[in-house]
């Protein structure tokens, strides 16, 4: 695939989330999720819809007007989530989505991504270095310096 090929195919079939969240601290929680559909083009009104029904998935409907400094690190981490669904990904990338959090909120998280896996069809693929957080997955990949030791499957 060329660049512009890439980059559509990035934008229509994969979903982000960051271990640093990533969000934009001028913008609340809504126009954070509202901006990843405004690079695919969608208009504002169907935006800010999705946007809330993302929200809604991961329970912070009630914070939708917070900008980041008002969330907690586990409720910026579901902002993160939120924005990666709104696209309805297939696949979703998710960098140590439970590097920042604590024990309660990671669990948390980690039966949210399984739900969406379960209920939603989507595909996680997930970095961590956490053991705990690697019981949540079917298949789990082990590496070492860039080299895959062994690979499991938990189902």
Request: charged residues 25%; glycine residues 4%; proline residues 3%.
């Amino acid at each position: 695939m060329n660049e512009n090929e890439l980059c559509l195919f990035r934008r229509e079939h994969l979903g982000f989330i960051f271990q640093s969240y990533n969000l934009i601290s001028t913008m609340t929680a809504i126009e954070n999720i509202a901006l990843a559909l405004t690079f695919a083009g969608v208009k504002k009104d169907i935006r800010f819809s999705k946007a809330k029904e993302a929200l809604e998935i991961v329970g912070l409907l009630d914070r939708m007007e917070h900008k980041p400094n008002e969330l907690s690190g586990g409720q910026q981490q579901r902002v993160s989530i939120a924005r990666a669904l709104v696209n309805h990904p297939e696949i979703i990338l998710a960098d140590e989505p439970t590097g920042n959090l604590d024990s309660k909120t990671s669990t948390d998280i980690m039966e949210m991504i399984t739900k969406l896996n379960r209920e939603d069809n989507q595909t996680f693929v997930i970095v961590t270095h956490d053991p705990e957080v690697s019981k949540y997955c079917t298949k789990v990949i082990h590496m070492c310096d860039g080299l895959i030791e062994s690979w499991e499957d938990q189902r």
